[in-house]
């Protein structure tokens, strides 16, 4: 969404807004994932506009992004990065030699199952999450 922001500030009569920025963004961002870089898209997008406008200009920049392939020329599929997608952190329990593997709360703590029993006096108790 920022190029297509930059992009109107830039050239005002290629702006939009609302909707039609949503929506031009979602492929800007599926371009950008697949490998384009921002400063080409630019350049595709900033084009000026034909010279009898028939169309709003998010249907022209839309046709516009249609006709970019996913994937930049000369790169294959296999070549681009995949995005990072930050994952909740989870913490596995370590016991059973790393082979157990429960949700636990924090790094190196141990589910219930696999915690050494608590001595008391001349009681054991079981250690049990809360």
Excluded: F, N
Excluded at 84 to 107: I, K, L
């Amino acid at each position: 969404m920022g190029l297509l922001i930059e992009l109107g500030c830039r050239e005002p009569a290629l702006a939009l807004a609302g909707k039609p920025l949503a929506d031009q963004a979602v492929r800007v961002e599926g371009l950008l994932a697949g490998g384009w870089s921002a400063d080409a898209l630019m350049g595709i997008l900033a084009a000026p506009l034909p010279g009898k406008v028939t169309h709003s200009v998010a249907a022209i920049l839309g046709g516009r992004l249609t006709k970019v392939p996913p994937v930049p020329l000369g790169r294959s599929a296999a070549v681009v990065k995949p995005l990072a997608v930050p994952s909740p952190r989870r913490h596995e329990c370590t016991g059973r030699d790393g082979m157990c593997g429960r949700p636990v709360g924090g790094v190196g703590e141990l589910c219930t199952g696999c915690r050494p029993p608590r001595v008391v006096g001349d009681r054991t108790l079981l250690q049990h999450s809360m």
